[in-house]
């Protein structure tokens, strides 16, 4: 009896914390920490084991709350995904020169969808958009 309640908190604890929103701001600075070590990575195993993290973390942050153009956050977040699926298959068949050619275009996807997240400016806080 005493383990059927131990389990029945175990399982309740863990969707209460299933539902806690995501902190878009820290899981986005872990996924950027994740894409560096694949950049960084000197062999296969290192480069597997950070790109799927990488991985991991960008599906996290497709559970995050969108405000501005949610829409097309999601979009850019797809196509990461897919990048990072594509330099992973590269790296298995090719080599790491070939998966950080792919990696570049993560960079690129996340320089363009960053401009719809960024904080209005100065001039544009005070006369609107």
Avoid: C, W
């Avoid at 960024?118 to 609107?128: M, Q, R, S």
């Amino acid at each position: 009896m005493k383990s059927f309640y131990i389990f029945f908190t175990l399982l309740f604890s863990s969707l209460a914390f299933a539902d806690q929103p995501v902190d878009l701001e820290i899981n986005m600075k872990n996924t950027g920490l994740a894409y560096k070590q694949a950049v960084q990575a000197t062999d296969l195993v290192e480069f597997n084991i950070a790109i799927d993290k990488f991985i991991k973390l960008v599906k996290v942050s497709k559970t995050a709350k969108f405000y501005k153009e949610p829409e097309q956050s999601l979009q850019g977040l797809d196509k990461v995904i897919t990048q990072a699926e594509l330099a992973k298959n590269a790296a298995n068949e090719q080599g790491l020169a070939e998966a950080k050619a792919s990696l570049k275009n993560i960079d690129d996807l996340r320089k363009k969808y960053h401009k719809l997240h960024e904080p209005p400016g100065f001039f544009e806080l005070l006369f609107g958009s």
